[in-house]
């Protein structure tokens, strides 16, 4: 396993996590959601990525993929997911998983957490990237 940090955030990795500050504002006072909408428009982002080789063919992956972003936070697309990450996990993050074929039988799926940062960091795109690796690394054993 390697890692390897990426700074460039994309806009649907931007708005789904807009999406997601909104609606946690949103259910703690009505109308709290516009000011983290706007907030979260304007802070940083804390973007990993990190790489994981599968010894399974690329459906099976794909299969164990699905199973996994199932079972930890809402899939927004095939390989994307919104999950709570950081303090409590109330921070929304988004994880997406990119499959490679590398070998016969091998599989490096790269995982990627993106989520916004205020002035104390948490780490929650990255504890995000690492709950979603534990997760694929634990169900490829069982």
Not at 82 to 103: E, F, I, K, M, Q
Request: net charge positive; hydrophobic share 50%.
């Amino acid at each position: 396993m390697f890692y390897c940090l990426v700074m460039s955030l994309t806009p649907v990795e931007n708005e789904l996590l807009v999406a997601g500050l909104f609606a946690l504002g949103e259910s703690t006072k009505r109308g709290a959601g516009w000011g983290a909408r706007f907030a979260a428009r304007r802070i940083r982002a804390d973007i990993f990525e990190t790489a994981v080789e599968l010894p399974l063919s690329l459906p099976a992956a794909r299969e164990l993929v699905g199973r996994t972003l199932d079972a930890v936070g809402a899939r927004t697309a095939e390989a994307q997911a919104v999950l709570g990450s950081g303090a409590l996990n109330l921070n929304p993050a988004v994880v997406t998983v990119v499959l490679r074929d590398r070998a016969e039988g091998v599989v490096v799926a790269t995982v990627r957490g993106v989520a916004k940062e205020g002035l104390i960091p948490q780490r929650a795109g990255r504890k995000a990237a690492r709950r979603v690796v534990e997760h694929l690394i634990g169900s490829r054993l069982r």
